[in-house]
């Protein structure tokens, strides 16, 4: 839809906002010169990092690295698409946004059949309230639910009369109600999809019904089933409880990803109000990105079963393609014949909350799976990790983290620490598979040969201070073009402080785009001391490196020296760089 919407309009709406005035009426902003600064609604912090420029229309946050305009802030802040952001922010400037005659008859139509499916709601929910909705109330009663929390979630029921809804709704809303198959007409006559079925809403980001989920109360073959795809409805992009968590949460930044809906409900009734469910499966790339669109940290929570493990597996094998520095994913694995509605009500919210925060990180996960069955102490067990695990490593995109692992797997390959403390012939399933506890061996850095240009960029990286020792050492010889080049820059842009870098990268896409990719060759990455040890003997080299290295010169080309060469030859020979030093 946003190819609908003139581009003209869309800057003139950009011009009339003022950005400082439409974030500060969301989060905190404090004055910073011309500027403003906050902490970052889009990640955890306590230092502000999060700076808007409103005389440049643009926020930028040196933590997560957020970036963009009115339109991205109300996208990312309130999770809707351009063109609802592009409306909120016209009645917010008390402007129309010219939509083209097309475009306005189809968004008429999907707001026909949203209309539709709200209509149902209501029906199901006064249904419940209703003498026929007894038996289903007593249902959630045993479940454990309030009357707050089904208000909330707009908890409902389906009568088991065939066409119950059909014949309730308006004349104009039954076209749409069987458009969006919520009643079908397969066999010529109406009939009601849901029927005899305690019923969930699923709303979309701005609260619209898009379509249902029904658990039977009889003795049905499908316990749930959920509405058909429909103009409104693409299951792989909605989730289920997000509009309720952003309502109870007004800057969410994480997610619980459980399996049910009866999960998401008991989470929040005991105040943990950022879970939610994906619709069919969490594992594809489409619901992935709909949750990293959310939030940048992801905790998702199975059944510690065989099933449960699984579907982690999936999640986790689809989620390395989209892994980037700055985004966090963990795996809570409950205890097996558990779920989150079960277990929370067992052990209460305390304990539950202290099971997300132990979750294990998904490096870690990615480990403690593959070497399932292995003895890390056998060579050949060694191998077999690395045949597993590279695989998967190799579908990261390039970044930190990615180097960060693959340094990892080699560590573990390795075979320089026993990795974990298991008895040989132990199984996973005997074992038993915790989150918290395990004992991390102490880590010991691989060494890496890197090139000369390598080490000085990585040098740079820490210390922008040694720019114009190393433009001076690049002067000198053509085996430093891109450490010449990086050092050139910082000292064009008076940059002497590893902060001022990041933010001259952040702030300038000219020198992002040149740079970018500068480390692309490299697999791993030294640490910071080592780095600036070996930057510092390129920089001042030692001095009895220096004198090997002439004197193997001059002996290479004793037939044609000098007097004055074989006078430097015959002091070199001696021990001494400087002719004149043993004076």
């Not at 990092?49 to 930028?60: A, I, L, Q, T, W």
């Not at 089933?225 to 997000?242: A, M, Q, T």
């Not at 925060?357 to 003895?375: H, I, K, M, V």
């Not at 003997?537 to 004197?551: G, I, K, V, Y």
Request: charged residues 25%.
């Amino acid at each position: 839809m946003s190819g609908l919407i003139p581009q003209r309009f869309v800057e003139d709406l950009l011009d009339r906002i003022d950005l400082a005035e439409l974030i500060g009426s969301r989060i905190t902003l404090k004055k910073a010169g011309a500027n403003y600064k906050a902490c970052c609604p889009f990640h955890d912090e306590k230092t502000p990092s999060f700076n808007v420029r409103p005389d440049k229309g643009f926020y930028h946050c040196f933590g997560c690295g957020a970036h963009g305009d009115a339109i991205s802030f109300v996208r990312e802040f309130e999770g809707l698409g351009f063109t609802e952001a592009v409306e909120e922010l016209a009645r917010r400037a008390g402007l129309e946004v010219p939509y083209d005659k097309a475009a306005k008859q189809e968004m008429q139509q999907a707001r026909t059949l949203t209309d539709a499916l709200d209509f149902a709601n209501r029906f199901y929910q006064s249904a419940l309230a209703g003498q026929q909705g007894a038996y289903a109330r007593d249902y959630l009663t045993q479940r454990g639910l309030d009357n707050s929390i089904i208000q909330q979630y707009q908890i409902g029921f389906a009568p088991g009369t065939g066409t119950a809804l059909y014949d309730a709704a308006p004349k104009d809303l039954k076209g749409p109600l069987i458009e969006t198959r919520t009643v079908s007409d397969q066999y010529g006559r109406p009939r009601d999809l849901f029927r005899n079925r305690v019923m969930f809403p699923i709303r979309n980001t701005r609260g619209k019904t898009v379509a249902f989920g029904g658990r039977t109360l009889g003795d049905d073959k499908a316990k749930y089933i959920n509405s058909p795809e429909s103009d409104v409805f693409h299951k792989s992009r909605e989730i289920y409880g997000l509009f309720e968590a952003r309502q109870a949460i007004r800057q969410l930044d994480k997610l619980l990803v459980v399996e049910g809906y009866m999960d998401v409900i008991a989470l929040a009734q005991h105040g943990i109000h950022y879970a939610v469910a994906t619709l069919g499966t969490a594992t594809n790339q489409d619901s992935l990105n709909a949750l990293l669109r959310q939030v940048r940290h992801i905790v998702f929570c199975f059944d510690g079963d065989q099933a449960g493990f699984r579907a982690a597996d999936r999640a986790m094998e689809n989620a390395l393609e989209l892994m980037a520095d700055g985004l966090h994913l963990q795996f809570l694995m409950l205890p097996q014949g558990e779920d989150p509605d079960t277990l929370i009500r067992k052990e209460g919210a305390e304990a539950f909350q202290k099971r997300i925060d132990g979750a294990t990180p998904l490096s870690r996960y990615l480990f403690d799976r593959q070497s399932e069955g292995l003895d890390l102490q056998l060579p050949e067990h060694r191998g077999e990790l690395r045949a597993r695990a590279e695989p998967l490593l190799n579908k990261m995109p390039r970044s930190t983290l990615r180097d960060a692992m693959w340094h990892e797997m080699l560590r573990l390959c390795g075979g320089r620490n026993q990795w974990q403390n298991r008895q040989q012939g132990q199984n996973y399933k005997a074992r038993g598979w915790r989150n918290e506890g395990q004992n991390r061996p102490s880590e010991e850095r691989i060494d890496v040969k890197l090139s000369k240009d390598s080490t000085l960029c990585l040098a740079l990286l820490e210390a922008p201070e040694l720019a114009t020792e190393v433009k001076a050492l690049a002067d000198r010889t053509r085996q430093l073009e891109q450490a010449g080049r990086l050092a050139r820059w910082l000292l064009e842009n008076n940059i002497q402080t590893r902060k001022a870098l990041v933010a001259g990268l952040a702030t300038d896409k000219q020198a992002r785009d040149r740079f970018y990719n500068l480390f692309d060759g490299l697999e791993h990455i030294p640490a910071r001391e080592s780095t600036l040890a070996a930057a510092r003997e390129l920089l001042s080299p030692n001095e009895e490196a220096a004198r090997q290295q002439r004197l193997a010169t001059l002996l290479r080309n004793l037939a044609t020296l000098t007097p004055e060469q074989r006078e430097e030859l015959r002091t070199l020979s001696a021990g001494t760089l400087n002719p004149k030093a043993g004076e």
